[in-house]
């Protein structure tokens, strides 16, 4: 089977530095992806990462460990816009996600 | 826009009525994937699909069956709903990258 464990909430400031960790246990793994779901909207893809290693995209960066199983998603310059929930998510032919982590973003 | 749109978009049934979601897409992806949200829960795998007549099941399949008889389409059928089967439900389809690329949305409520 597979599980991610990531928090339920965080809380940071406008401007400030995030970092939202993910643990992973699978049967079966190709990569980690993160994704950004605004209330009432649906799931968007943010990151996705197949090897060991740092992937950045503008302001968010995500960071995959095999051996240790986890990974995490770095948002720099927060702004308030930001405040949404975001999921981790395992990747083989099953597309599994963790609970999400809800960002409340303080002025 | 990943051409992927979902319906009906909101739907209020009864205990005991059959209800069927519609996942239409227009991108010709192979993989589709049906998931429900839940407070407290995130996304849940239901079923997926790797390809016309090809599904399996997911995390949470009891009490749902799939159907996909051609590539854009990806149906989702409660035989006979439940209170528990209240939820948003969210239909996917998969790029050649890997990505997810989710419809709107389809809030059921079963009274």
Redesign the interface.
């Given at each position: 089977g597979q599980s991610l464990e990531q928090p339920s909430e965080v809380t940071a400031v406008e401007g400030a530095i995030v970092q939202i960790n993910c643990t992973y246990q699978t049967s079966g793994f190709y990569g980690l992806s993160w994704y950004q779901q605004h209330d009432g909207g649906a799931p968007t893809f943010l990151s996705y990462n197949g090897l060991d290693g740092l992937e950045e995209t503008g302001r968010f960066s995500s960071f995959l460990s095999r051996s240790d199983s986890y990974g995490y998603l770095l948002l720099q310059e927060l702004q308030m816009k930001d405040s949404a929930s975001y999921f981790c998510a395992v990747r083989d032919d099953k597309i599994i996600f963790g609970k999400g982590t809800r960002l409340h973003i303080l002025p | 826009d990943a051409g992927i749109t979902q319906s009906p978009r909101h739907k209020v049934t009864e205990t005991g009525t059959p209800v069927t979601l519609r996942c239409h897409q227009t991108e010709n992806h192979r993989?589709m994937?049906w998931?429900r949200q839940d407070p407290?829960?995130?996304?849940?795998?239901i079923h997926?699909s790797?390809g016309v007549k090809d599904t399996?099941k997911?995390?949470v399949s009891d009490g749902y069956s799939v159907s996909r008889s051609k590539t854009e389409d990806f149906l989702l059928t409660l035989e006979s709903a439940t209170s528990s089967q209240t939820s948003v439900y969210?239909c996917?389809i998969?790029t050649d990258?890997?990505?997810?690329?989710?419809?709107?949305?389809s809030r059921l409520t079963v009274l």
């Open positions: - | 993989y994937y998931y407290g829960h995130g996304l849940r795998l997926y790797y399996d997911g995390e969210f996917a998969r990258t890997g990505e997810l690329f989710f419809g709107e949305g």
